[in-house]
């Protein structure tokens, strides 16, 4: 699943070319991972297993078609949008399955098949995703949010107090000004183990931004 910041990261390629205001955008992009709803739920998935269990964006669509002029709904779009992007690449890519279809495994950066238990699965995941927010954060390529929002959208999904989400915007962006101040990177070569090496990291980065935006333009939700 892709971090709070590489989901910002995203949102903040594909606003190059939208122009709206970034701040409802982010709040938007973050809210479905905010929201006090079950997860499944708010990120329109199936509890299935690996492509089946994906993100279902047009679902969302189908219900908030009308809403998505509202920049923070269109935000929950692109989060939708970027996780069924990032973890179908994962699926396809990284994860190794047996013939139940569970995961048993991964490939490395190096393509070495590994066996792996889940929970070694999962801190192995934890620590390569680590060193791609530092990535991001030492490119600039994440943004803090500077404005808090007045009024929420009519979403079924979004179930989250005003103080619970000023919360939320003070937290993550006590992180990014944390990271700022006591300046770190971690080269993505340097984890023997990376899932993803530093230029397949890139070119996925800007696959799934263009992904994002060319779905948005398919579907009529911004002009082109």
Sequence with gaps: MPTPMLHIAIAKKVNEKLALESDLLYIGCLMTNWTKVEYHV???????????GLSKPDMFVEKYG???????????????LTDRFWNKYMVNNVYLYNNDQQVVGVKTKRKKELNMSQESIHVLKAKTYAQYDHYLMSNNMVD????KVLELP???????TREELDKKIDEYNKEVKDFKKNRGFLNLTNNRYSLINQKEFEQTLERCASYVYSYLRRNDIIEP
Excluded: P
Aim: proline residues 0%; aromatic residues 6%.
């Design 42 to 52: 708010s990120h329109f998935k199936s509890e299935d297993e690996g492509i089946e």
């Design 66 to 80: 009308k809403l998505l002029d509202d920049t923070i709904v269109l935000g929950y779009l692109i989060h939708l």
């Design 144 to 147: 803090t949010i500077k404005e």
């Design 154 to 160: 009519g979403v079924d999904e979004i179930k989250i």
